[in-house]
Nanobody, 112 residues
Framework: QVQLVESGGGLVQPGGSLRLSCAAS????????MSWYRQAPGKERELAAA???????YYADSVKGRFTISRDNAKNMVYLQMNSLKPEDTAVYYC??????WGQGTQVTVSS
């Protein structure tokens, strides 16, 4: 049974940092690209960052230079380090495996 469980969301002030984690199980994690998507209220879900099985990364222009995606294949984990957070980063953040599976999401709220 495939499971993706996100953690690490919360409320943070503008300019602050958060680190999201996604624990994966039930599939051959190291063989698949992993991504972080986000969905703000009233908006469509969008890709924030992705990492291939060999560690190549992609970032949306809106997060480039502020967010860093990484993975630990030994632990079946993927991370999203988010720095210099802005109110417009407020969204539910979802972990996605290129196998076609989604996590349940974790809320990130950036507000003073």
């Amino acid at each position: 049974q495939v499971q993706l469980v996100e953690s690490g969301g919360g409320l943070v002030q503008p300019g602050g940092s958060l680190r999201l984690s996604c624990a994966a199980s039930g599939f051959s994690f190291s063989s698949y690209a992993m991504s972080w998507y986000r969905q703000a209220p009233g908006k469509e879900r969008e890709l924030a960052a992705a990492i291939t099985s060999d560690g190549s990364t992609y970032y949306a222009d809106s997060v480039k230079g502020r967010f860093t995606i990484s993975r630990d294949n030994a632990k079946n984990m993927v991370y999203l380090q988010m720095n210099s957070l802005k109110p417009e980063d407020t969204a539910v953040y979802y972990c996605y495996a290129s196998k076609g599976y989604w996590g349940q999401g974790t809320q990130v709220t950036v507000s003073s």
